[in-house]
DNA sequence: TCAAGTTGTCTATGATAATAGACAACTTGA
DNA sequence: TCAAGTTGTCTATTATCATAGACAACTTGA
């Protein structure tokens, strides 16, 4: 008996798209909450579970996130981050008006395999120094990485990225001037376990997977890494031209 | 088993939109017939009734008009009319790159009833020259309107208006070089029988109705009339400030 | 600790959306 | 006149949309 508009466009869809303007023109700030599921059905004249509908598929693209007992509160904005040959974290996290931190969680030995091996230009078997770090800006985690390097050029570097919290400052302890990224492959993978964890991210969200090796202004290989990004708090820009 | 987007617009407002774009760009010309149901179905990956909702939901705009067993074409483009305090049907339609004409459908003597006489400032039962025209653009019927005139002030008007077909030029003839409107009312309503039939109009179809009285320079009344325009052909332009 | 307020989940119901097939009614061109 | 192609109408089925109520699980602040 309610006798519908029926225009084509879903309720719960115009409550998102509402909601989202709302985030898009700063009437909801970046971690805010939300008001109650009750006060949006209201103001939309609408039932909760239509509400509940539109949070969801906000939640699924990463800009709300609900949290039981509490609220719904604006996730950050996703951190645009460019894709150049001069890659680097604290810059790019620094130039989006945040404060980026790199927070060691293991430092380790390792040996090379063979895809390691060859994108470090050393034999199979080559003694490692593996660095598990977190980064983040401000207090996001938004990536992983595991970092490869050479422990006979790079001796005691786990300690040293300990104490420095950046590549950049490790490599330049070491005489490092300046590298740039010699290639960069991106794939998409489900975190797992660990990783959600470490980047405080709930079980069954994507993550992007980007395997990078940096290279010294001779062209030697310097570092290699696999990074995982929560794809929720990232977007790559690749610049084209 | 389909696994649908879900994206909160049903498929055939989709479509809707789609042909729409098309008409609106000119991919579709006015007059012209549509692909059919069929056709458009499998281009658009959905079944005909789909399609047939979205050319309904057009149909209903007035954008398209189906023709049972010829095909779907597009409706003339809605004559847009602006209402200034200078109104001429005729100016109006040849500044859209249309050619206006004017059709008498009837012309007879009638009293005048309260209304009328204080619009024109006659008294109850002055007698009057009524004017039933349906005014075209090129050949498409815009609106029948039924114009009341003194008798005693434009003697024979029926006459002259088979002849001139245009009010501007009947007035003219009476020696009113000039004339503007003093007052308009809008409102709507289903098309009559007799209505439909003049504006080939379908059954049901909404009708603007506009009373309006123009005046002379001196502000003193030269005809009243009531005007039904098919809704779906034209749309009013109020021009604020 | 507790009450109030929040999100999460369950069941249930009716309306709408989308698909499918069949056939009627009509137009067009050969 | 006829065959092909068109829109119109009917029945039927499945999935999504939207509403409704109840209660669980959880957080927060007093």
Same mark, same amino acid.
């Given at each position: ?22 985030? &898009? =023109? /700063? ?26 509908? $539109? ?25 645009? %981050? ?10 790019? @996290? ?13 430092? +380790? ?7 390691? &091996? ?28 595991? #970092?490869?390097?050479? $422990?006979?050029?790079? !001796? ?9 919290? +950046?590549? #950049?400052?490790?490599?330049?302890? %070491? /005489? ?15 975190? =797992?376990?660990? =990783? ?5 991210? !709930? ?5 992007? @997977?980007?395997? &990078? ?13 696999? +990074?995982?990004?929560? $794809? ?10």
């Amino acid at each position: 008996m309610s006798m519908q508009e029926s225009s084509g466009v879903a309720l719960w869809r115009q409550v998102a798209d509402g909601i989202e303007r709302g985030i &898009a =023109d /700063g009437r909801f700030a970046a971690g805010e909450k939300l008001p109650g599921e009750m006060e949006i059905a209201e103001t939309y004249r609408v039932n909760r579970h239509t509400v509940r509908r $539109a949070l969801a598929a906000l939640a699924e693209r990463g800009l709300v996130r609900a949290e039981r007992g509490s609220g719904t509160y604006v996730e950050a904005q996703r951190l645009a %981050y460019p894709l150049r040959s001069r890659t680097r974290f604290s810059e790019i @996290v620094g130039a989006g008006g945040h404060e980026p931190r790199g927070q060691l969680i293991e430092a +380790s030995s390792d040996i090379a395999n063979r895809e390691i &091996a060859r994108e470090l230009g050393l034999k199979i078997g080559a003694p490692l120094i593996r660095i598990e770090a977190v980064r983040l800006a401000d207090r996001t985690p938004i990536c992983v990485s595991t #970092t490869w390097l050479s $422990a006979e050029r790079f !001796p005691d570097a786990g300690n040293v990225f300990a104490n420095v919290h +950046s590549m #950049t400052k490790l490599l330049g302890h %070491y /005489g490092v001037k300046d590298y740039h990224r010699a290639s960069t492959r991106i794939t998409a993978a489900i975190v =797992d376990a660990t =990783d959600a964890a470490r980047l405080d991210l !709930p079980l069954g969200r994507p993550v992007l @997977v980007v395997d &990078a090796t940096d290279v010294d202004m001779l062209d030697q290989p310097l570092v290699t890494k696999r +990074s995982r990004f929560a $794809a929720e708090r990232v977007e790559f820009l690749v610049e084209n031209g």
